[in-house]
Nanobody, 125 residues
Framework: EVQLVESGGGLVQPGGTLTLSCAASGFTFGDYAMGWFRQVPGKKREGVSCISKDRTGKYYEDSVKGRFTIWTDNANNTVYLHMNNLKPEDTAVYSC??????????????????WGQGTQVTVSS
């Protein structure tokens, strides 16, 4: 059974930093692209950053380019999202998901599945 467990969220001031983690189990980690998505109440879930199966290809949504970094620890089946210079508009529940077709460049809810429970990120002064 696929399991994705996110952690690392919290309350941070604007300009602050957080690193999210997603621990994966129940599948062969290297056979899947991994992605981070976020959702606020009343809005559609959106792709934030995705990484390819071989971990060389990375996608970032325009609003987070230069501020967020995605990477994996393949030995520990974990994907991370490091978030710098956080803004109030980054406030959301962040979840990770997987795609066996390696559509990391698409980074869409139409391509990824098996969502974790999410971790809340709140950016506020």
């Amino acid at each position: 059974e696929v399991q994705l467990v996110e952690s690392g969220g919290g309350l941070v001031q604007p300009g602050g930093t957080l690193t999210l983690s997603c621990a994966a189990s129940g599948f062969t980690f290297g056979d899947y692209a991994m992605g981070w998505f976020r959702q606020v109440p009343g809005k559609k879930r959106e792709g934030v950053s995705c990484i390819s199966k071989d971990r060389t290809g990375k996608y970032y949504e325009d609003s987070v380019k230069g501020r967020f970094t995605i990477w994996t620890d393949n030995a520990n089946n974990t994907v991370y999202l490091h978030m710098n210079n956080l803004k109030p508009e980054d406030t959301a529940v962040y979840s990770c998901a997987i795609d066996s077709w390696d559509r990391y460049y698409y980074c869409s809810i139409l391509a990824f599945s098996n969502w974790g429970q999410g971790t809340q990120v709140t950016v506020s002064s």
